[in-house]
């Protein structure tokens, strides 16, 4: 009787299970299921697929002209495809889209998109059998009425345009076309390519978390004011070897190339881009600018950061800060956030880095805020605008509300800040501060009010603070209100640097059994800096400037970024400048300092 009752339900288990694989199949192929049912299978698009694209060509000067085609159809990209260069004549692009479900036994899903002046099924080899469409502007379409095309990795689901010959489109899934769109535009329009995305949109599997590294150090690289552009860009005070003027220079690309060949000698853990990563002026186009620094970063794995300055969205055209951050979010490796809405600006968060696998203690806060763009005041306060007392005081509560779980971490935990405006504690030279680690080129254009922010980071225990604007000045700054009482441990660990690479490396047994974390930690280490104790800092560190795009010069300028390294064995903070040009002085450390030693900021010498 059981062996009878087993081989029934056996029999029954085989017959739901080919049952449910010819009825899956014949939907593939001819959706027999109804819409409540299909729409739940892994093959769906949980969003629409795209029926048809076109351009709208329009004239201000035609009033029959249309420049957005019937919406209960069509959507429009929200792009002129001649970057508003036009004295009157502006073209869009349209596409009709709709959801799997709503689609009828007539409509044509889009599977593919070419660009160019010939027939795809006459110039193409595979494709003498297919019927591709022509549209406006070179574009050819591939449709299928195939029921199961809709749900296939075939299927267009989303169109977009990027601008500039060297446009990129790092985002999974999408294809960048390879010729321009053909719009008879001029020369000085940046040419207008198509991305599309087939299939389903691919989701990030897990969220992305720095941690320190097996050795105990992590490794920051600031990059600030790229000012990329809206196509290759125009170099500024463009210099090489011998300090003599670049001609020929393609902004973008040396820039680019500078921090691709950073990247690749320095690994960085993180990448902290702090401010005017986009020439609003020149990139009449943001995203198209976002997608050229994100592009390495992604490429190389490796998470990065954002905050914004003055110029990112300076032009009429230009994307709002909260629209570059929204795109920024949707981007792979990408920790850059809003931040509360409450808060003055846009752009201020921090990053918990954690501790070595497989500890979840956070090792390293990384506190990044928006310091605004030029004076709500100028006739009181010139230049600048300031940290608002919003900011100061969510960045009070942030660091003392997680100062208990850091607490809980058996090294020495640290904090950092980066911004773009310096603040005007930066410019303490003359009035007992400490220059270190790099030169004083220009004029510090900080704000005119001092809102008081390095009070709040020196009470906070912050111990060092990356900033950018200011674009030949790349020296730290010890301000005389941090600076009276000099750490003897400076000197001594000056001294250390040029054997500490090989000493450093294994000073993490990596076995100690002192923990109860599973951190491999080896004893308790000193205070750290949110005891009571008195401490100085923090020091206060420009970046120099990356890009190619702004302003260079003061007397032979090259463009640098700012490493900063991490010992979380020792509680050390040392940082260094990489730069562009020339030979050698490429391949070395510039200006290395310890600004922090036993999680403690050392004072000038």
């Known amino acids: 009787m059981t062996r009878r009752i087993t081989r029934t339900l056996g029999q029954v288990a085989a017959f739901l299970l080919l049952s449910s694989v010819l009825v899956f199949l014949a939907d593939y192929q001819y959706k027999v299921l109804p819409a409540s049912l299909h729409s739940a299978l892994p093959s769906h698009h949980a969003g629409s697929v795209i029926t048809d694209i076109t351009i709208a060509f329009c004239a201000s000067t035609n009033p029959f002209a249309a420049c957005r085609l019937d919406a209960a159809r069509w959507n429009r990209v929200e792009k002129d495809l001649y970057l508003h260069s036009g004295w009157v004549a502006s073209a869009w692009l349209h596409v009709q889209r709709k959801k799997e479900e709503e689609l009828r036994a007539d409509d044509m899903v889009v599977v593919g998109v070419r660009v160019g002046r010939l027939d795809p099924g006459v110039g193409e080899s595979g494709q003498h059998d297919a019927r591709w469409e022509s549209r406006p502007g070179g574009i050819w379409l591939l449709r299928s009425s195939k029921r199961h095309d809709s749900d296939s990795a075939r299927a267009i689901t989303a169109v977009d345009v990027l601008f500039g010959a060297d446009a990129v489109d790092p985002r999974p899934g999408w294809r960048l076309a390879q010729t321009p769109l053909l719009l008879h535009a001029g020369r000085d329009v940046q040419q207008a390519r198509l991305s599309t995305r087939h299939g389903r949109p691919k989701l990030e599997s897990r969220e992305t978390v720095p941690r320190v590294g097996k050795d105990g150090k992590f490794k920051i690289l600031q990059v600030s004011d790229a000012h990329l552009s809206t196509g290759t860009g125009v170099c500024r005070d463009a210099i090489g070897a011998d300090n003599l003027p670049?001609?020929?220079?393609?902004?973008?690309?040396?820039?680019?190339?500078?921090?691709?060949?950073?990247?690749?000698?320095?690994?960085?853990?993180?990448?902290?881009?702090?401010?005017?990563?986009?020439?609003?002026?020149?990139?009449?186009?943001?995203?198209?600018?976002?997608?050229?620094?994100?592009?390495?970063?992604?490429?190389?794995?490796?998470?990065?950061?954002?905050?914004?300055?003055?110029?990112?969205?300076?032009?009429?055209?230009?994307?709002?800060?909260?629209?570059?951050?929204?795109?920024?979010?949707?981007?792979?490796?990408?920790?850059?956030?809003?931040?509360?809405?409450?808060?003055?600006?846009?752009?201020?968060?921090?990053?918990?880095?954690?501790?070595?696998?497989?500890?979840?203690h956070s090792a390293l806060?990384?506190?990044?805020?928006?310091?605004?763009?030029?004076?709500?005041d100028a006739k009181r306060f010139r230049g600048y605008d300031w940290l608002k007392p919003s900011q100061l005081a969510w960045f009070r509560a942030t660091a003392q509300g997680l100062r208990k779980a850091h607490a809980k971490y058996s090294r020495i935990h640290l904090d950092m800040a980066f911004i773009h405006i310096p603040l005007p504690e930066y410019a303490e030279r003359g009035a007992g501060g400490v220059v270190r680690g790099g030169e004083w080129k220009e004029g510090v254009t900080a704000p005119g009010f001092n809102s008081g922010f390095y009070e709040a980071l020196a009470e906070e225990g912050v111990v060092a603070v990356g900033c950018g604007h200011d674009h030949a000045n790349d020296y730290c700054m010890l301000p005389s209100s941090a600076a009276a009482p000099a750490a003897p441990a400076a000197a001594a660990a000056e001294r250390e640097l040029a054997s500490s690479s090989s000493s450093s490396s294994t000073s993490n047994s990596g076995d100690s059994s002192s923990s109860d974390e599973g951190e491999g930690e080896t004893s308790p280490a000193p205070a750290p800096p949110h005891s009571k104790k008195p401490h100085l800092g923090p020091w206060l560190c420009y970046a120099g400037a990356a890009g190619f795009g702004g302003y260079g010069g003061y007397g032979g300028y090259h463009r640098r970024v700012r490493v900063w390294e991490v010992d979380t064995?020792?509680?050390?903070?040392?940082?260094?400048?990489?730069?562009?040009?020339?030979?050698?002085?490429?391949?070395?450390?510039?200006?290395?300092?310890?600004?922090?030693?036993?999680?403690?900021?050392?004072?000038?010498?």
């Open 246 to 360: 670049s001609h020929n220079c393609e902004a973008d690309v040396r820039t680019l190339d500078f921090l691709e060949t950073v990247l690749d000698a320095e690994k960085p853990d993180l990448v902290v881009l702090s401010g005017d990563q986009v020439e609003g002026p020149a990139a009449p186009d943001t995203q198209s600018a976002i997608f050229k620094f994100a592009a390495p970063l992604i490429e190389r794995n490796i998470p990065y950061a954002t905050i914004f300055g003055n110029h990112d969205d300076e032009a009429p055209h230009s994307l709002s800060r909260a629209a570059q951050m929204s795109l920024l979010q949707t981007l792979p490796l990408s920790l850059s956030r809003p931040g509360p809405a409450h808060v003055d600006g846009t752009g201020n968060y921090y990053v918990e880095v954690l501790a070595a696998s497989p500890a979840q």
């Open 365 to 376: 806060t990384l506190y990044l805020l928006d310091t605004h763009s030029l004076t709500p």
């Open 569 to 605: 064995n020792s509680g050390r903070v040392v940082t260094w400048k990489r730069v562009e040009c020339c030979g050698a002085e490429r391949e070395r450390r510039v200006d290395e300092i310890v600004v922090v030693e036993g999680g403690v900021v050392v004072g000038g010498s």
